[in-house]
DNA sequence: ATCCATTTATTTGATATTTAATTATTGTCA
DNA sequence: TGACAATAATTAAATATCAAATAAATGGAT
């Protein structure tokens, strides 16, 4: 923890870019959970089938803690995937207590199209800013990012 | 919409930088979140008081374009503030229809030492960022928002 | 080898949020 | 004026999320 004195100043202007940012990124998922709506999934499924595309079949566990969610909300979220038919839990032999979430055919086939279109709205979204603000906007957010986790663990 | 050809370096680019951007927002706003379960309200409470602090007394429904939170959603929070005798709802002489939502003093004393913390929370979490980094990282993201909500009208 | 703390998934109960339907009031237009 | 559409708050029903408690399995220390 800083002991510096933080003037008003400053924590007006912290204030202030606080308050864009999240203008900003909610504005930005509204657009996209818009938009998943129209493929009939939430955002939280379209997160899971997107990382188990990306990282192939992982415990219920690895994914909970991936996509930050408690798990025992995954385990509706699953339940819901599965009742769809796009993923299907399976043993995991290395331990017997975890299972295994594994994307099907299906899984892979519609999420295909719906990432396409994610991709697309977000492209649209970011459309305002050129190669070197998004560059710079990605190293300011990642920094603070970063800056989040480190606190976490002390 | 803009009909050239996104190539799939800039769509990698956008990716990355929304990934990075979510994160950040998501982080920023799980620390609060905290602070305010400590002060034992929700982010969602505390967004009512201080719109109320700032704007004075206002209709639900102004409230709820505010702070982008459905008014069925809202009267309940409302009812919430009130049994806690933070706010309470007061007739609008202008329209019987509506409810005209009031801090109360009890609301005014009991906000002021919660949104201090919140500001020294706000504060730690941007503590990373030097000012011109601040000021360039809410430009961007202001551009960001008004992009949206520029869409939203068309 | 056994006891015990830890880990994993699940169930249960609570809160937050949204959409749709309801009620009361307002404004409009024919 | 009177019928009807629009608006504001509310209620009801559904979903998403989380925290706490539970059950099964694992690993480690003695």
Redesign the pocket.
């Known amino acids: 923890m800083s002991t510096h004195y933080v003037g008003t100043e400053t924590e007006t202007l912290i204030l202030d870019t606080w308050i864009k940012l999240n203008r900003a990124n909610n504005s930005i998922g509204h657009v996209l959970r818009h938009n998943m709506d129209g493929h009939g999934i939430?955002?939280?499924q379209f997160g899971v089938l997107e990382i188990l595309e990306h990282l192939g079949s992982l415990?219920?566990?690895t994914i909970?803690e991936k996509i930050?969610?408690?798990?025992?909300?995954l385990?509706?979220?699953?339940d819901?995937l599965e009742k769809q038919g796009l993923v299907n839990?399976q043993n995991?032999p290395a331990?017997?207590?975890?299972?295994m979430v594994c994307l099907t055919d299906k899984g892979k086939s519609t999420l295909k199209p719906i990432f396409q279109s994610h991709l697309e709205q977000l492209v649209e979204c970011f459309s305002i800013l050129n190669e070197d603000e998004l560059k710079v906007l990605g190293e300011l957010s990642k920094k603070l990012g970063l800056n989040q986790s480190s606190k976490a663990k002390e």
């Open positions: 939430t955002m939280t415990p219920l566990k909970g930050l969610l408690s798990s025992s909300n385990v509706t979220v699953i819901n839990r995991n331990d017997r207590r975890s299972v």
